[in-house]
């Protein structure tokens, strides 16, 4: 990456552009997103280890579509065990249904049927399909009434020997934009819409050596981190990662150190850092990937509590440069808004972008779909270093411990996160930011990542030059 002119103070990613360049890429579609940073991603997305954004079904989601989940260290071992499993048989191209019974209730499928984009469940008996029930079959029924009166029972099963262009292509002729997937015999396998049948031609799944999704989980840095870390490989974890919120201290040094001697023989993530000096230290401890932003976050507050932290954009410039020179790799996390950023993001240097709150507000995220007053549905987040995430984290140490610890907040603790009513899904926003990743890159004339960091002219713009990008949605007029 090259600047029109030099900087002389720190940036943000609000505060640079991309010029356009020579390009020789005819589609956007020639553009290869995958990573050479060993973390086994076909495009350059990592969904933050956040208790609000980051589970079992983002996991699945994501891996499917080419990127990385980091389930969040606050969650007990056993259970991320089990969450790495379910990710690990699902199927890499059909989506995993909803199942309910035809005895179950209205109530039962309300709980559960925005859980997953495709806004439908399978009633079964046994592992066999006997009926479908979507959104629009529970508007105006009562809650207690049974699935068996309002299930479709008429149903259109899809083979599971389809690749994505004869699935789309299965369910545009039985006029259906989803169909449970059965196998030769007559078990239940997935379900699969037409969305997710396109999508299946765009995006190449993140896989492991043995064909099965990819999944990272986090540890911090305090008691028995090596222990802790020799567990989640032991359960399949694919890339770990170290992480607390001050990543150059020498509690971090010792942890990665005490990990490396483990040769656990997969990528080590850690951080956060924003100088190249956190990055040689966190290197020289055994890590192959640093995780680089202090304070960028929208539920961080500690620039404003701390004067901590660094403008996004010049950190990561400055970390990636760093690391390149090692050997090794950085990812952004933090103050992602737009498809702009991560292309920015990317232009600097890291190998991935870490994105949390923007995918807070999506079917995917753990927490529960409420609708406001307004009838706007949304979901809480919140920062991982405010008092919420605090009491959660201290919950095993005594009254004394935790009523101390929980007066360091340094985040917010409840944020109404609105889905888009047109993008809902994790998918859409994948959909959005990939799109215009892929155009960035063939406006630098860049196939890959490496020429788009390579290539990448940016400039330094002013407030209204950043304002003149956005578009309008009223008349400018009056």
């Known amino acids: 990456m090259r600047f029109l002119s030099e900087p ?79 990710v690990k048989s699902a199927h890499k191209f059909f989506e995993t249904p909803i199942t309910l019974t035809k005895q179950q209730t209205v109530a039962d499928a309300s709980s559960l049927i925005n859980k997953r984009a495709h806004r439908a469940i ?44 004869a699935a789309f292509d299965f369910l545009n002729e039985n006029i259906r934009t989803v169909a449970p997937v059965i196998s030769s015999n007559g078990d239940l396998v997935g379900i699969m819409s037409r969305i997710a049948a396109l999508r299946a031609t765009l995006y190449q799944p993140a896989l492991d050596a043995k064909g099965k999704l990819r999944i990272a989980a986090a540890v911090g840095v305090n008691g028995d981190v090596a222990d802790k870390a020799k567990k989640l490989v032991a359960a399949g974890t694919d890339v770990l990662v170290v992480d607390t919120a001050h990543g150059h201290q020498k509690k971090m040094i010792e942890a990665l150190q005490s990990i490396k001697a483990l040769n656990l023989n997969i990528p080590i993530v850690a951080g956060n850092v924003v100088t190249a000096d956190g990055v040689r230290d966190l290197v020289k401890a055994g890590a192959d990937i640093i995780k680089v932003g202090v304070g960028p976050g929208a539920m961080c507050t500690t620039r404003m509590q701390t004067g901590v932290g660094r403008p996004q954009f010049s950190a990561v410039l400055e970390c990636a440069a760093t690391a390149r020179e090692l050997g090794k790799h950085v990812w952004a996390d933090g103050g992602v808004r ?25 079917f995917e995220s753990p927490g529960d779909l409420i609708v406001d007053s307004n009838g706007r549905a949304y979901k809480e987040s ?8 605090v009491t959660a984290r201290t919950s095993n140490e005594d009254s004394f411990e935790r009523a101390r610890k929980a007066l360091f907040e340094e985040g917010i603790s409840s944020s109404q996160m609105y889905l888009d009513p047109v993008r809902p899904g994790v998918e859409d926003l994948i959909d959005e930011i990939i799109s215009g990743l892929r155009s960035a890159c063939t406006y ?28 309008l949605n009223t008349s400018w007029r009056g």
């Open 382 to 389: 919140f920062g991982m270093a405010s008092k919420r995430a």
């Open 8 to 86: 002389k103070y720190d940036l943000t990613y609000d505060d640079v552009f991309m010029a356009p360049s020579h390009s020789e890429i005819s589609s956007r579609l020639e553009v290869d997103l995958s990573s050479n940073d060993g973390s086994g991603t076909t495009i350059p997305l990592v969904v933050a280890n956040m208790t609000a954004v980051a589970g079992r079904r983002m996991a699945e989601t994501v891996a499917r579509r080419g990127g990385l989940v980091v389930i969040p260290q606050d969650v007990p071992i056993s259970v991320v065990a089990e969450v790495i499993s379910s």
């Open 338 to 362: 737009h498809p702009r950023d991560v292309a920015l993001a990317l232009a600097a240097g890291a190998s991935q972008v870490m994105i949390g709150s923007w995918f807070a507000g999506t």
């Open 122 to 165: 399978v009633i079964v008996e046994g592992n066999k399909p006997i009926g479908i029930v979507t959104e629009d079959d529970l508007k105006g029924v009562d809650r207690f009434t049974p699935l068996s009166q309002i299930m479709t029972q008429e149903l259109t099963l899809m083979p599971d020997n389809l690749d994505p262009r």
């Open 444 to 471: 630098a004339g860049a196939s890959n990542l490496e020429e788009f960091a390579d290539r990448a002219v940016v400039g330094i713009q002013s407030s209204s030059g950043y304002a003149e990008g956005r578009p």
